[in-house]
């Protein structure tokens, strides 16, 4: 119960500061971590780092993800003997994007740098590589982690997958298609997401016979 509250509480904090950012956002303010974390974008362009996280950035691209989800999902209902899993890894990610598309298109907000080949056109804000990668590799490795015995591979596999959506998210800003706030409100929100889709696993799987 206290862990419930906890969280329950985390997220509205989380939903506070990203509503102070669409605020400002929609009023025409850059919020100031924008505005103080610009300088280091230019430092980075065109540096060895740049080019790191312009591959990593592939690994939250639509080209990338549909083909890993459909693979996936089909490795999950094998593996787990459970197609209702698969579901909600496969449905849980493309509603994200969805989700991620309708935000955009409320806050409105422009890209600092608009690139086809980086995947990055329309609307800035929150970011769909942070949003939809924080919930299509944390639901894998949710599900993946109920295979998982040993408590030493499942606490590996559980750090290799957070620094994977980290550096996904975090390699908007840095090649600059994102403003840094666009990134943090897209693991915000995908955070939600992501918990949101576990509670509806978790409370199906309860009341329902099937499993």
């Known amino acids: 119960m206290k862990n419930r509250k906890s969280l329950i509480l985390f997220c509205l904090l989380i939903l506070l500061l990203i509503g102070l950012w669409v605020i400002q956002i929609i009023k025409g303010y850059v919020p100031y971590i924008d505005r103080w974390t610009r300088e280091l974008v230019m430092i980075l362009d065109n540096s060895i780092i740049y080019d790191v996280f312009y591959y990593l950035t592939k690994l939250g691209s639509g080209s990338f993800l549909t083909p890993f989800v459909i693979i996936m999902a089909i490795v999950i209902g094998v593996l787990l003997k459970n197609w209702f899993a698969a579901f909600i890894f496969a449905s849980g990610t493309l509603m994200t994007h969805v989700l991620n598309i309708l935000i955009k298109k409320m806050v409105d907000r422009e890209r600092p740098s608009i690139s086809i080949a980086l995947d990055a056109e329309g609307y800035s804000f929150p970011s769909g590589h942070a949003m939809i990668s924080i919930v299509c590799y944390g639901l894998l490795v949710y599900f993946l982690r109920k295979k998982i015995r040993s408590m030493k591979v499942a606490l590996v596999t559980h750090l290799i997958f957070?620094?994977?959506?980290?550096?996904?998210?975090?390699?908007r800003y840095v090649i600059n298609v994102h403003y840094l706030t666009d990134v943090l409100a897209g693991f915000g929100i995908g955070f939600m997401c992501l918990v949101a889709f576990i509670y509806l696993y978790e409370f199906f799987k309860k009341n329902s016979s099937t499993y």
Do not use: D, E, R
Not at 162 to 171: E, N
């Open 162 to 171: 957070a620094l994977l959506i980290f550096l996904v998210g975090i390699s």
